[in-house]
């Protein structure tokens, strides 16, 4: 079995190159917003509707009008542009179709473009562009060279298309490649059923609990240093600009941190079970805010932001990810089951009671008074209804 899986490296180009690197981010910038105002405006002075074929097309008049410009750079890449420009109009008219807060398309600006995507590798990129060189590895990207990549690890299957990304003072590229070889591992034997939660990011219905760091929480302090220190900074400044880099750079190192410790942990949840079965969670409505209208102000509405924040720091969605890759990889199941009154069902007799939760780590049923850590009994809930639909499908 083969699956799709990506690769990032971190880019080392010299000091012409990285001047290069970020005038192909501005002027792809610049085509995203100006794609952006012929569509605004033809629909504004005529009722057009302007796609991305006609976008394209105009794409060949743009290069030649500018050749020390936009006709640097790849013509593929700058398809890949307008591409991202047509996907954000077609995700704003789905949201308006099915009635949900439709969020028009933005202009970009600097600071909110840093990823260039070549659709295919050979059109105007090129991966291990060096192959005779003993020591190292490049990718050639059009208009920029041959960059220097570090790369630690290594690359798997065909790659397909190639991003250059900006975190930073730092350059990336990201390598998309299809028919990566599975890595299954030998069968265990055992399921499990998984609670996520923020006490324990997960709690098995084994009883084993993986800790959640609280990665942000760890770094709050530093955190409201840098954020009072970039309040007091004058817009423009070279010391602002300084200040939104340390800002910027303390979030970073979290999403780093929260990343390995969710790779670290659905990687031990794979080796060690066969089947694993979780909660299927909207995290978007879970985190929504209670603070309601003027007219109907909500209720709790700091402790439900303070909620909200540990459930987003433990970053449930970006486990769930990870899991669900690693175990296609690996040669796992995984079930995703509706969460409703997976913890407050006791998992001894079923008896469904709000009651039965007396606190948020105990659990003690009403009616046969079965008592359990709640969360351990929501797992083992969670691993019932996953055998069960696995049953059902069996039969099916």
């Known amino acids: 079995m083969a699956v799709r899986r990506s690769y990032k490296y971190l880019l080392r180009p010299t000091s012409k190159q990285a001047a290069a690197l970020t005038q192909c981010l501005e002027d792809h910038r610049q085509l995203y917003n100006a794609a952006m105002e012929h569509r605004r405006t033809a629909y504004a002075k005529a009722g057009a509707s302007i796609r991305y074929g006609e976008q394209s097309a105009d794409l060949k008049h743009i290069r030649a009008d500018d050749p020390g410009g936009q006709g640097r750079w790849s013509f593929s890449s700058q398809q890949a542009t307008l591409r991202r420009l047509d996907k954000a109009f077609r995700a704003f008219f789905d949201r308006v179709r099915t009635g949900r807060t439709p969020g028009f398309p933005r202009f970009k600006g600097r600071g909110w473009f840093d990823t260039v995507e070549w659709p295919k590798d050979g059109d105007g990129c090129r991966w291990d562009s060096q192959p005779e060189h003993p020591a190292a590895s490049y990718v050639r990207l059009q208009g920029i060279g ?142 929504r805010s209670a603070s309601g209208t003027i007219d109907a102000p909500g209720r709790n509405v700091a402790a439900k932001a303070g909620l909200n924040r540990s459930i987003l720091d433990a970053g449930w969605g970006v486990f769930l990810t990870i899991l669900a890759h690693k175990a296609e990889s690996a040669g796992r199941e995984l079930i995703a089951v509706n969460p409703a009154n997976t913890s407050r069902t006791c998992a001894r007799c079923g008896h469904v009671a709000k009651e039965n939760r007396l606190t948020q780590a105990e659990f003690a049923c009403t009616a046969c008074g079965h008592a359990a850590h709640a969360d351990v009994n929501a797992a083992v809930n969670i691993l019932r209804a996953g055998l069960a639909l696995r049953q059902a499908a069996e039969a099916a």
């Open 146 to 287: 041959h960059v220097r990549v570090h790369q630690h690890r290594p690359v798997k299957g065909r790659v397909k298309t190639i991003s250059v990304k900006r975190e930073g003072s730092r350059w990336y590229v990201v390598l998309s490649c299809d028919d990566v070889p599975a890595e299954p591992l030998p069968a265990t034997g055992a399921v499990a059923g998984v609670d996520l939660g923020v006490a324990s990011l997960v709690t098995t219905s084994d009883g084993e609990r993986l800790a959640n760091p609280r990665h942000l929480a760890a770094t709050a302090d530093r955190l409201a240093a840098a954020q009072r220190d970039l309040a007091c900074k004058k817009r423009g400044s070279k010391r602002r600009r300084e200040a939104v880099a340390r800002v910027a750079a303390l979030y970073r190192t979290v999403r780093r941190q929260r990343l390995d410790h969710a790779h670290k942990a659905a990687l031990a949840l794979v080796r060690d079970y066969d089947l694993i079965v979780h909660e299927d969670l909207r995290i978007a409505n879970i985190t």
